[in-house]
């Protein structure tokens, strides 16, 4: 199974039961709705768990030759996102809050639901890292923190004990946006309840970006994706590649192919935009696509994980 633009991946969360709300902000985005966004990923996370364990048993993870407690500590993990879920709706109260939506995860085999998991949880901590400044209220913003922090812990033991890669990228993580986020999500998103739209914020799920199973830092590649109706497709166009804190950005010719910068390693998120110096909601033409550029201990590149 082949993941580019597929989730996953859980913003923000946490609340304190009983905390009032901040009023609305100058962009109209409520911490309600902060919440209820959050809330929704968490039920994406919490569903992948409990639907890749029931459908891989504990032989079938003997047979992908696996030790026998990987699967015991994926079961510790389905607990945290079902406590997440809890949490959250606890912390919302008698307010609305979303349901579950319906999911294709796609994992087929052992292999598939732990690669998609070290994609979920990486993107995890992305969204929460990026959903903190959207977050007025000090004690949601407290909660949140201690759950990226389990997020992360998940993400570096998948990535590493598990998948035999490297449990972290840069020196820091890469925030991203609620959009961003929507969009990754968005991909393996069937459909979900009507009434969950009206508590969320506005939301736009960006055009899917994919790009070659064996795209290495260095190697030239054709990128793929289909223009937004009505989106201008003319204009000169660049790839973001986001990496932490750092984004680069390389002009893309018509031909839809560039050459990966060389200095890139780790998770890296790539996004087609209109704008050579800005990469945001504005500027975003398609993606963000998750990337993952293995690096083993020396630091030297390894064959491309994801």
């Known amino acids: 199974m082949q993941f580019t633009t597929s989730f996953i991946a859980f913003c923000v969360a946490a609340v304190v039961s009983g905390s009032a709300l901040p009023a609305k902000r100058a962009n ?28 891989h048993s504990a032989a079938d993870f003997q047979n992908a030759k696996l030790p026998s407690w990987v699967r015991g500590r994926f079961e510790q993990i389905m607990k945290h996102e079902s406590t997440h879920v809890s949490f959250l709706e606890t912390a919302l109260g008698e307010r609305n809050y979303v349901q579950p939506c319906k999911y294709n995860f796609g994992d ?33 913003l407290t909660a949140a923190a201690s759950i990226l922090a389990t997020e992360a812990r998940q993400t570096a033991w998948v990535n590493s004990a598990v998948r035999g890669g490297a449990p972290w990228s840069t020196s820091f993580e890469t ?6 986020i929507y969009t990754i999500a968005s991909s393996v998103i069937t459909s979900c309840p009507s009434g969950n739209a009206k508590l969320l914020p506005p939301l736009t799920a960006f055009p899917a970006l994919t790009l070659p199973a064996n795209t290495m830092p260095g190697k030239n590649v054709k990128l793929a994706y289909k223009p937004a109706k009505g989106a201008k497709t003319d204009g000169e166009k660049y790839v973001a590649f986001i990496s932490g804190l750092t984004t680069v950005f390389v002009p893309l010719p018509k031909s839809g192919r560039v050459t990966i910068p060389k200095e890139l390693y780790g998770v890296v998120f790539a996004m087609v935009t209109n704008n050579g110096t800005v990469a945001d909601d504005s500027t975003t033409l398609a993606g963000p696509a998750y990337l993952n550029f293995g690096f083993g201990s020396d630091g030297k590149a390894e064959a491309f994980a994801i």
Do not use: C, R, W
């Open 28 to 55: 109209a985005v409520t911490d309600v709705q902060v919440l209820n966004f959050a809330l929704t990923l968490e039920h994406l996370e919490n569903t992948f768990y409990a639907q890749g364990l029931a459908k």
């Open 175 to 180: 925030p991203l946006g609620v959009n961003q």
């Open 108 to 140: 087929n085999s052992v292999k598939d639901f732990v690669d998609f998991s070290g994609m979920v949880e990486t993107v995890g901590t992305s969204a929460y890292t990026g959903a903190a400044q959207l977050i007025d209220d000090k004690d949601y």
